[in-house]
């Protein structure tokens, strides 16, 4: 039987483990081996993808993913929830004292790194381990943003509170230190290259044992490295207890249990951070197979690549246990940056292919089998599991409704109308009109300032329309930009977001997308700015690439009163129905132009999606005011960057002649004559007049500036309607909502794709609007 087979409820045991590439190794990775329990906890909506249950966790499968891997349905009840875990009294242990420190080595004769040594720490776990939570608490204010190295992944880094000489990476959220994804490989070239002194594993204690996973791997790379048992709060309201210890004692590293989102435990992690960091401990242990297991196969195979590869990985400055994992399971990089001669590959070769005729499993499933098996043992000698958990039956009600069969997209309909309906019109739209009402009047003040004072005149227009007009204008959009974030932020940490993406993945690999690719695109509806950011959560580059390059399709809210100035004025009867036209034809566009980017730039598959889905959580108060903090401030530099002197501009062209004369005739100001020359190329799609041309690539600037524009140039009564005929204003409604995004839009796909990204924006997005434009003008035309 296979998975894909399988009905809700039903549960099984895998037995084999098809797929190839970053696809199989994802499954393995997420703890899908030979021998392990799943349960299909549902399917999507749309029947496909599949949520199982498995090591006491959600993890979500494609339907054709799922056919790859082989299993036998098991009838019996489970123990318990969750499998392994040591029964018994659940009694607290003590947490080893600290001071005492050097448990794991001898201190005599080691000489600790200097007092001003800097003690720089990367700061790695699974998504949704609490890392944003834990690394807010451990900095506080003192945090820089950048990208690393020339990728566009974000990274902060930050001081340790009350500790100057150290600096923590939040690194990305990663589940394994295979090669298969950007993420980890930038949190392994991070660890190999930058060398930090030390590590700080943070590890979810409710989903220990695929946390656990990614730990053992770090344990390898060699690195002083402290254990963060995070969620330790939901973990005791439950019942559950883990045996500090022990574990400490198993695995030759400081365990710590904090609740990051409580802000317990922290100064005690920071200490013993600080003290493996200062004494460089590494890790105890490093070994985790064990000799006798399943016929000690892997074991005897690690070890003897281990003696082969040593000489190589001391050159390369590569940690051997690690070089030798990776080569066994055929890690392209690492076996290239160790330079085996042939022989040498050729008896890894040899040695890895006995192992995986002795052990009955190929290489890359024995050596996660191996890893899972010295895990279960960890667990079951120190980890106390309660039953269900609260979160999780919780979780499970809420996802009755949220993911239900016949409830989720309603709710998820309901749920985005009133996201958008609380930014744009209720919340946003209050503090918007504020925002306004304060630049008007400010500006008015200047006005009369420099009227009474007599400034030359040009400079009062500078000031006044350029400065305040054009950056005022877009400031007045910060409320709604940190709303919509706040409210996006809500839904992501609380994981619906997580959810949405499950509901809708079907539908959006009909255009080549995943399901994660659904976020960005909705908050497009929105601002297409924070759409582009948003695509940053994506795990893989085709498709945040793709996703970034279709958000601009998703009509975004500045464009609203250009819909309703034409349309009132041309359709007054027809106005919302027009509206919701173009929204749907935008979308429609934007997937004929998925398909094409598909075949052209970005084919073959979209991301596995393997994904979890974690219980439903609280958001944190610090976080969310961490990030709108953060937003606003990118905003508000973006604003008085770009915006600021594309304003200038733009007032300059407008307001002079080419002969450099200040305040002519408004139609030989240089803008004018520029838009006259570009005005014919506007002709076959009825609107070729230099105002309207002129309208539009203030638009650029801001879209709300097109209707402005209009309205200072031509006016909207008579004047208007002698320009444009119905079918014409069709046309020019068609162009607008399709051409190239504004500034601020362009200048955030450049810093995320790069410049020659933005400028095909730019084209692309004109010349399938001027197509659009002309179809729907010539049909317009046959209709009368
Ligand atoms: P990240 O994805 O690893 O950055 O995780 P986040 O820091 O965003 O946290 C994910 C969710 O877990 C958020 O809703 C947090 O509020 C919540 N969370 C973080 N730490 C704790 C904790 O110690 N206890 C509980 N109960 N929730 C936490
Ligand atoms: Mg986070």
Known sequence: MFLSEMKAGMRCRVARVGGEGALRQHFLDMGVIPGVEMELVKLAPMGDPMEFRIHGYELTLRVADAARIEAEAIEEKPDTEGGSGARGSGAESSHPGLGEGGKYHVKEGEDPLPEDAVLSFALVGNQNSGKTTLFNQLTGSNQHVGNFPGVTVDRKDGVIRRHPNTVVTDLPGIYSMSPYSAEELITRGFVLDEKPKGIINIVDATN???????????????????????????????????????MENLLGIPVVPISASRNEGISELIDHAIHVARYQESPGRQDFCDKDEDGGAVHRCIHAVMHLIRDHADEAGLPIRFAASKVIEGDPLITEALKLDDNEKEMIEHIALQMEEERGLDR????????????????????VRPGE??????????????TGRFTALPAFIVIMGLVFFLTFHVIGRAFQDLIEAGVTALSGTVDQAFRAVNVAEWLRSLVVNGIFGGVGTVLSFLPIIVILFLFLSLLEDSGYMARVAFVMDKILRKIGLSGRSIVPMLIGFGCTVPGVMASRTLPSERDRRMTILLTPFMSCSAKLPIYAFFSQAFFPRYAALVMIGLYVLDILVGIGVAAVYRKAAFSGEAVPFVMELPNYRMPGVKNVARLLWDKAKDFLQRAFTIIFLASIVIWFLQNFDFMLRFGGDPENSILARAAGLIAPVFSPVGFGDWRLTTSLITGFLAKESVVSTVRVLIGSGAALSSLLTPASALSLLTFSSLYTPCVAAVSSIRRELGRKWALAVILIQCVVAWAAAFLIYRIALLFG
Do not use: W
């Open 364 to 383: 890359a499933a024995a050596m996660a089998d191996m890893r899972y098996d010295f895990i279960t043992r960890v667990c079951a000698a120190t980890v």
């Open 208 to 246: 220990i044992e695929r946390n656990m996973y990614l730990t053992i791997q770090l344990m390898e790379l060699d690195v002083p490295m402290v254990l963060a048992l995070n969620m330790m709060d939901e973990v005791t309201g439950n019942g559950g207890s883990i045996r500090i210890n022990e």
């Open 389 to 402: 958990s609260k979160e999780h039956q919780r979780s499970r009600k809420i996802d009755r409704i949220l």
